[in-house]
């Protein structure tokens, strides 16, 4: 009996510290989405300028990626059902042409990428739009089945940094400050070239829209550098 006690101690301790971080994060996630909107949001539209990078295109390893206009960006998610649309227009960053990424691009290059529901591809959406929408993050990681919660520091500040396994099976992590506002998220992917590459994404310069606060500033890194970088993002439209 004593030995079954010293050894069901700490598994009893265990249950309770998983308990308690999973209600930890149910009410930081809570918090997130009364301050996004996330209740009634049900779809949501936002556009800008900036820039992208060709991922891997870089001229040597030391290189950040090759950087390219954004002139104009819009983007409109589905989040039931996931589904997302994509417009936007390049014009050449860099001159001479750094590398690769199909470059150098002459006038304006008009781009349109369309997810629709149901589609192969559209299985992926919520991995994706978890790393680089604050809303879509709160969704996912509220119904993720082993999402946890504690406190962490970063740059000289605590937050709540929420984790979950995404369904591709990447470990997932966002920090949350005390308003509810998703500051950071970071993963790590799978690239057939590169390997296992960390991936970040910082949201900045937040701003109400009508009940629904969303980030004027986005910048997504892979592998230490910028791979996306929006600024002036106005959010559009939002459906209830």
Do not use: C
């Given at each position: 009996?004593?030995k079954m006690?010293?050894?069901?101690a700490?598994?009893?301790l265990?249950?309770?510290v998983n308990?308690?971080?999973a209600?930890?994060?149910?009410q930081?996630?809570s918090?997130?989405?009364?301050?996004?909107g996330?209740?009634?949001?049900?779809?949501i539209?936002y556009s800008?300028?900036?820039y992208d990078?060709?991922?891997?295109?870089?001229p040597?390893?030391?290189?950040?990626w090759?950087?390219?206009?954004?002139?104009?960006y819009t983007?409109?998610?589905n989040?039931d059902?996931?589904?997302?649309?994509?417009?936007?227009?390049?014009t050449?960053?860099e001159?001479p042409?750094r590398?690769?990424?199909g470059?150098?691009?002459?006038?304006?290059?008009?781009?349109?990428?369309v997810i629709?529901?149901?589609?192969?591809?559209?299985?992926?959406?919520?991995?994706?739009?978890?790393l680089?929408?604050?809303?879509?993050?709160?969704?996912v990681?509220?119904?993720?089945?082993?999402?946890a919660?504690?406190?962490?520091?970063?740059n000289?500040?605590t937050?709540?940094?929420v984790?979950?396994t995404a369904?591709n099976k990447?470990?997932?992590?966002?920090?949350?400050?005390?308003?509810g506002?998703v500051l950071?998220?970071?993963?790590?992917?799978?690239?057939p070239?590169?390997?296992?590459?960390?991936?970040?994404?910082?949201?900045d310069?937040?701003?109400?829209f009508?009940?629904v606060?969303f980030?004027?500033?986005i910048?997504?890194?892979?592998?230490?550098?910028?791979?996306?970088q929006?600024?002036h993002?106005?959010?559009?439209?939002?459906?209830?």
């Open positions: 009996m004593l006690a010293i050894f069901s700490p598994l009893a265990a249950a309770l308990h308690a971080s209600a930890d994060a149910e930081v996630l918090t997130a989405a009364n301050a996004l996330v209740a009634q949001l049900h779809s539209e800008g300028s900036g990078y060709a991922l891997g295109q870089a040597n390893v030391n290189s950040p090759p950087k390219f206009n954004d002139k104009a983007r409109t998610v989040f059902p996931w589904e997302t649309r994509l417009q936007r227009t390049r050449q960053f001159n042409p590398g690769g990424g470059q150098p691009i002459v006038g304006e290059q008009n781009q349109t990428q629709v529901a149901g589609s192969a591809a559209a299985a992926a959406l919520p991995d994706e739009l978890a680089t929408l604050p809303q879509a993050f709160v969704k990681a509220s119904a993720a089945p082993d999402v919660s504690k406190p962490e520091s970063w000289g500040k937050y709540s940094v984790t979950f369904r990447a470990h997932t992590r966002g920090w949350i400050d005390a308003q506002l950071r998220v970071e993963t790590s992917i799978d690239n070239v590169l390997g296992d590459t960390p991936y970040e994404v910082i949201f310069d937040y701003q109400d009508g009940g606060k980030p004027t500033h910048l997504q890194k892979q592998a230490g550098f910028a791979v996306l929006g600024s993002i106005d959010h559009r439209r939002r459906s209830e």
